[in-house]
């Protein structure tokens, strides 16, 4: 990308200045290159509106106020806060200011927030997306460059342009991209191309030293997996440089139901596995989005039986539903992109992948739209919740795992058939995903099996909920849904943990002595991503931080 060589001139440049002069991240209290703290303050808030906007995410289950919010006009403004932040830390063992990055602010439990820390509001740093169609000198591949500030939707919007799209998505696009790839980034595309942190090509990164990196598989390679689902633990993603597919004109979007669980998840696991003895990777027969949703057997019009077709009269009474259903049922979506002009073929095609599977015939639905149209699907959901205040206005107590195949059926007798009631107010996601199209070296965590269940329980608390469905006794629930994961050797996707054990149980020894190394090396004072509740800012865990590892 433009620009990125200058950066990389830059930080030699730089390495060469501390080399001579034997300082670390630009010396005590030195900011970016040519940003002095005076003008870094004036774009420091200390308002009331700034703090509390800070203060709330899409969860609205934790609060945690900081002392400010910065608003970055450029990299340097970054640069500049964490090195000023580290030679605070340095320079007085009692200072315990820290810094969270905030993207759009959809963490669920408090992740991109800081107590009395400063939060960055990632939005307002306009380095904006290039598209390269054909790569570069350096990359000659597709490939579209964002600022870690910008949201896909924008992503998607840029690339169409040139009819070229990223292979990997979430399912909702008003997500930045720094805070997805600090994640993962799933959805029905990824057991086919990995989540999103498996089809980045270079990051630019601050790192928790204020060092400005551009890093990638080749280059930097340890920082480059570390940031790679680490929890904005290691730096903070200001730049990603994302690989592109040709993007499909049209999809058939289809929906399929079914009334029993082992059908719904064995059709799931058949379908991904086709793409495994695909030659290439877009070879016929195979979806390119597959995902799996339970619903509760009822008339809701949000996450009952009326939600699933396309056009509600095709759907409109319980006499169409199986007499033998239970009190839950169960849905596949699919897609398949096409050329309009070569419809007859795909149609040709997703009849056959469609054969073996095991729906109730009567109960399939299609539509055909854009693909813009259908990777913004949940746009509209939150328009039409949003004109009801049921959407940013409501507590979001979600909670996503990864369950192993192995224990997906347990995981059905004892969560969805005994703690899921029938006003659960939110929708239910369980669909298989591939291990070998996940980085191992990547700090994201997840399963060992070759198949594994992504599993979101995306509950809201509706103000209209019956006697005794409150946030408390949602939290509750989730308290002991996560008890039973912990004995079916599930882990937690968007983690949460309060303790250094916990932690350490979910990385696994061996992964959370890397994940302390990296800590180590590219955050050793504990200023990034504080509300994590990775590395608390004691004495204690700091001088863990520095010992050597084992």
Same mark, same amino acid.
């Given at each position: ?70 608003? %970055? ?59 390269? %169609? ?185 006499? +169409? ?24 073929? +795909? ?176 955050? %050793? ?22 010992? %050597? +590892?084992?």
């Amino acid at each position: 990308m433009v620009g990125w060589g200058g950066v990389r001139e830059q930080e030699e440049e730089e390495e060469e200045e501390e080399e001579e002069g034997g300082g670390e991240g630009g010396g005590e209290g030195g900011g970016g290159d040519g940003v002095l703290w005076e003008d870094l303050v004036s774009r420091i808030s200390f308002h009331h509106t700034a703090v509390d906007a800070a203060a709330r995410d899409w969860g609205s289950v934790k609060r945690l106020a900081p002392a400010a919010v910065l608003y %970055p006009e450029s990299v340097d403004d970054i640069v500049s806060l964490v090195r000023t932040t580290t030679a605070a830390r340095l320079s007085s063992s009692s200072s315990n200011l820290t810094v969270a990055a905030k993207g759009h602010g959809h963490s669920v439990n408090g992740q991109a927030q800081a107590l009395d820390g400063i939060v960055i509001e990632m939005s307002t740093l306009a380095l904006g997306i290039q598209v390269m %169609p054909e790569g570069d000198a350096d990359c000659p591949v597709a490939f579209v460059d964002a600022a870690g500030g910008e949201l896909w939707i924008d992503v998607l919007k840029a690339t169409l342009k040139h009819g070229l799209a990223p292979r990997s998505w979430t399912d909702y696009l008003y997500l930045s991209v720094g805070g997805t790839l600090s994640n993962a980034g799933v959805s029905g595309q990824t057991f086919r191309h990995g989540p999103q942190i498996s089809n980045v090509l270079q990051l630019e990164v601050v790192t928790g030293k204020g060092e400005l990196i551009i890093c990638s598989p080749s280059k930097q390679p340890d920082l480059f997996f570390a940031v790679l689902g680490g929890l904005g633990q290691f730096g903070i993603i200001t730049r990603a440089r994302i690989l592109l597919e040709r993007a499909p004109q049209q999809v058939r979007w289809i929906r399929a139901m079914y009334t029993d669980f082992q059908s719904f998840t064995r059709d799931q696991e058949m379908l991904i596995s086709t793409q495994k003895k695909a030659a290439v990777e877009d070879a016929a027969g195979t979806f390119d989005y597959v995902e799996g949703i339970v619903i509760i057997n009822n008339d809701n019009p949000y996450n009952g039986w009326k939600s699933v077709p396309f056009a509600p009269q095709e759907l409109n009474s319980s006499s +169409m539903i199986p007499k033998d259903a239970g009190s839950l049922l169960y849905y596949i979506e699919l897609a398949k992109g096409y050329d309009p002009n070569n419809i007859h073929a +795909m149609e040709q095609e997703v009849e056959k992948m469609l054969a073996p599977l095991n729906y109730i015939p009567s109960l399939i639905f299609t539509a055909d739209v854009s693909y813009f149209q259908f990777l913004n699907r949940v746009h509209d959901v939150e328009l039409s919740l949003s004109s009801q205040g049921l959407w940013e206005t409501l507590s979001h107590p979600w909670i996503n795992l990864l369950v192993p195949r192995s224990a997906i059926s347990d995981f059905d007798e004892q969560v969805f058939q005994q703690l899921i009631c029938q006003d659960f107010s939110g929708p239910i996601l369980v669909y298989p995903l591939n291990k070998h199209k996940w980085d191992k070296r990547a700090s994201a965590v997840f399963p060992d099996e070759d198949v594994f269940y992504l599993v979101a329980l995306l509950r809201n608390a509706l103000p209209s909920a019956g006697p005794g469905v409150s946030l408390r006794s949602q939290i509750d629930d989730n308290s002991k849904i996560l008890s039973i994961c912990h004995h079916l050797g599930c882990k937690q996707y968007l983690p949460t943990y309060n303790t250094p054990e916990q932690w350490e149980q979910h990385f696994g020894s061996d992964g959370w002595e890397n994940f302390v190394r990296r800590k180590q090396t590219f955050d %050793p004072h504990a200023i990034l991503a504080p509300s994590q509740n990775i590395f608390q800012r004691d004495d204690q865990i700091l001088a863990q931080l520095r010992a %050597p +590892m084992r």
